[in-house]
């Protein structure tokens, strides 16, 4: 029998969880309910979900908070639902590990339109646990080691060093595209998240990120390198 998706709605206004329960319902969706942090807890010791929509604008803890307790948890999809003028919120929310976003107020078929993308996105990776320990893959990346297979960075130590889904995708595609300057819009593309705008700086933020935690000097990238009117490119 073919798995039936599982949508956890996380917001403290009545209709709006209610609509979003309707709505996801009727596209052949399973949906769980909470209205704070504490709910979202109790929900997810019942059945873990597939993806969660998770508003930001929440009593006691907010959704980022929330959010970062999510990703260091579970594996599942977390599309942030933020007010419209809330671009640091958005930017914030991405960098701890979101998959997505949605502003309110928003259009139910957009929204269904997301999770669907975002659902088909988790379904796409590689599962790692099902790798053969043989076949691990570790490239030299800064001064870090990237797995290929398990989707995780390594200092020089051996200590792992945090990354989320969307870093550890820029990596990958940077190492795929070794000594090639790519732009923001083709890093979106080749990361498959072209949901989401290039005008919001989110990859140069991600960027910044990423070079403080590869690079000896973060001030004086040699491995991501900004190629002047282009984008940026990873020298191995």
């Not at 709910?39 to 997810?44: D, H, N, P, T, V």
């Not at 930001?56 to 970062?68: M, N, V, Y």
């Not at 990776?125 to 960075?153: I, K, M, T, W, Y």
Request: glycine share 6%.
């Amino acid at each position: 029998m073919a798995h039936t998706p599982c949508v956890l709605v996380v917001d403290d206004d009545q209709p709006t969880r209610e609509m979003l329960l309707e709505a996801l319902a009727t596209h052949g969706f399973r949906a769980l309910q909470a209205g704070d942090g504490a709910g979202m807890r109790r929900e997810l010791e019942r059945e873990a979900p597939d993806l969660v929509l998770l508003d930001i604008r929440l009593p006691g803890e907010d959704g980022l908070t929330l959010a970062r307790f999510l990703r260091e948890r579970y594996d599942v999809g977390i599309i942030m639902v933020t007010g419209s003028g809330d671009v640091i919120d958005r930017i914030v929310g991405l960098e701890i590990g979101a998959d997505d976003y949605v502003a309110k107020p928003f259009d139910p078929r957009e929204l269904l339109a997301r999770v669907k993308s975002v659902l088909r996105r988790i379904q796409a990776r590689p599962d790692a646990a099902q790798a053969p320990v043989q076949n691990a893959r570790r490239v030299p990346f800064g001064r870090c080691e990237l797995d290929l297979d398990s989707h995780q960075l390594f200092d020089s130590d051996g200590s792992e060093v945090m990354v989320t889904h969307m870093e550890f995708d820029l990596l990958r595609v940077l190492h795929e595209h070794a000594g090639k300057a790519l732009s923001r819009d083709a890093i979106l593309t080749l990361t498959k998240n072209r949901e989401w705008e290039p005008f919001d700086r989110s990859i140069d933020i991600r960027i910044a990120r990423l070079r403080r935690k590869v690079e000896v000097d973060p001030d004086n990238p040699r491995a991501i390198r900004t190629v002047r009117g282009v984008g940026y490119m990873f020298v191995p």
